[in-house]
């Protein structure tokens, strides 16, 4: 499906880390951070390493699951399918295509939203409505005059960070592949990865992947000397860890209670 870059306005697929006319990041792809399973293989591991109630859950990795109230994803032919079958037993399609990263992405991101679910609606007891404070509300253009500064404010940011650095991963230029990392470029022959001067101003039409493909023809950049685990300047390297609770950081368990109303917190009429 195509969708249209919030910056730049041209239509792009959904799949894409950036979009490749100006660069700018796909606010509706949240790739996942090191560590974070890639495979529906490595999903799978994750999940039994950690006991995940997958099954408690209603989640079926590797599984075309037909029943009703389930959340799965697996491979059909080259494509891979991440979907959500309601109550009524219909079934909404959340991605179908080739990109297993993503596919798996997205639905590691629901398996993590629908635990947090859970672990509110089963919180022990109930929480008050927080008492609201006697105070003179802001006048109308404060508030207006506050958003507009921020929303000015972020739109800078922005812009500035897409002036001043390329996607960090793979591209091919005239048959050439190319690296960015944190604006730093490298070139692949014979001898391997080696740094060399940025081939052209605009590289973002030539962009391929953040992910190294093992049907490439050349070795995985990870590999070489020249990599360093702690670039994070990838926008497609970005995702909210800092909102993720201890149970997904760790190796120990999931912190959940064997008592825990597990289709409480789900909402099966949804799409997703």
Not at 38 to 67: A, Q, S
Not at 245 to 272: I, L, P, R
Request: with cysteine.
């Amino acid at each position: 499906m195509q969708i249209k870059c919030e910056y730049c306005s041209n239509l792009f697929e959904d799949d894409l880390t950036v979009c490749p006319h100006c660069g700018a990041p796909n606010s509706h792809t949240k790739r996942a951070a090191d560590g974070v399973p890639h495979t529906i293989d490595e999903l799978k591991e994750y999940c039994r390493l950690r006991n995940v109630p997958l099954e408690k859950m209603h989640f079926h990795i590797g599984e075309n699951y037909k029943g009703a109230k389930a959340y799965g994803i697996y491979k059909d032919g080259s494509n891979f399918v991440v979907y959500k079958n309601k109550a009524d037993g219909s079934r909404a399609v959340r991605y179908s295509g080739t990109d297993e990263a993503y596919a798996v992405n997205e639905i590691f991101q629901k398996l993590r939203t629908e635990f947090n679910n859970h672990e509110e609606a089963n919180l022990p007891g109930s929480r008050p409505p927080a008492k609201r404070k006697n105070h003179q509300p802001w006048p109308k253009w404060k508030k207006i005059l506050l958003v507009v500064g921020i929303a000015f404010f972020v739109l800078f940011c922005i812009v500035f960070y897409l002036m001043s650095t390329d996607a960090s991963g793979y591209y091919n230029y005239n048959g050439q592949h190319y690296y960015n990392q944190s604006n730093s470029w490298y070139r692949y022959d014979d001898s391997g990865w080696l740094p060399t001067d940025k081939p052209l101003e605009d590289m973002a039409e030539y962009y391929e992947s953040y992910y190294y493909d093992y049907d490439y023809d050349f070795d995985d950049f990870s590999d070489s000397v020249w990599y360093d685990e702690d670039d994070d300047s990838s926008w497609s390297s970005w995702s909210d860890d800092n909102d993720w609770s201890s149970s997904w950081d760790d190796d120990d368990d999931w912190d959940y209670d064997d008592d825990w109303d597990w289709d409480s917190g789900s909402d099966w009429d949804s799409d997703w």
